[in-house]
């Protein structure tokens, strides 16, 4: 999606090691977010920014932090991976307002 | 009160008929309402939206129509086509907070 990009697009890990997820945006926007995405559950806010180091806990963080060092990055982090999180993570941007932009997402699975 | 309630979970439709998806809200400060589309291994995409001082919006085949007194919005799509095979989900934010999303609606139109 244009200004907006996840890495990796897959990843396979073991239960119990570290994860992050990167996601990079080119448009300057103020706000970013995680979304995790579940069959029956939809789109689940995990946590989102609202600026450089200034972010904040959604409906399921439990497992998971972030970090906003820089406007064009969101780094999300599974300090402890477990299978329950196995899932497709969307980052998302707004410049605030309304509508969101979306990236292509990352397969996470974790065994 | 928080929720967006979304309805059917799956729907299939022949080609040239009008699918109809449901969602329903309880917050009343709620003052945006978009719907986004998402095909297989994309993000969402904003597919159309609108605000609570209007009854309906169309863009091309697509229409919302909302009732504010009932807190319900719904998403019509005329002449439908395999190529609006996706899924659709409603959402719902105050202003320029954080979004909440239905739980989706897997639409499969038959050729």
């Known amino acids: 999606d244009a200004g907006i990009t996840q890495s990796p697009r897959h990843k396979v890990t073991e239960t119990g090691t570290p994860v992050t997820l990167r996601c990079h945006q080119t448009e300057n926007h103020r706000y970013m977010y995680w979304y995790r995405q579940d069959p029956g559950h939809g789109l689940r806010l995990i946590h989102y920014s609202y600026g450089v180091k200034d972010t904040d806990k959604g409906e399921v963080s439990d497992g998971y932090s972030v970090s906003r060092s820089k406007t064009e990055d969101f780094l999300l982090t599974l300090e402890s991976a477990t299978s329950s999180q196995t899932s497709v993570y969307f980052c998302?941007?707004?410049?605030?307002?309304?509508?969101?932009?979306f990236g292509s997402g990352t397969r996470l699975t974790v065994v | 009160q928080q929720q967006v309630k979304q309805s059917p979970q799956s729907l299939i439709v022949q080609k040239g008929g009008i699918p109809i998806i449901n969602c329903a809200y309880e917050n009343t400060a709620f003052d945006y309402f978009p719907w986004y589309q998402q095909f297989p291994g994309k993000g969402p995409a904003l597919l159309i939206a609108?605000?609570?001082?209007?009854s309906e919006k169309k863009e091309g085949r697509f229409t919302i129509s909302f009732n504010k007194s009932a807190k319900q919005f719904s998403l019509h799509i005329m002449d439908s086509q395999p190529g609006d095979s996706a899924t659709y989900f409603c959402?719902?934010?105050?202003?320029?907070?954080?979004?909440?999303f239905g739980k989706g609606t897997r639409l499969h139109i038959l050729p």
């Open positions: 609108i605000r609570p001082d209007v």
């Open positions: 998302a941007i707004t410049p605030g307002g309304y509508g969101y932009t």
């Open positions: 959402a719902a934010s105050i202003r320029d907070d954080k979004i909440i």
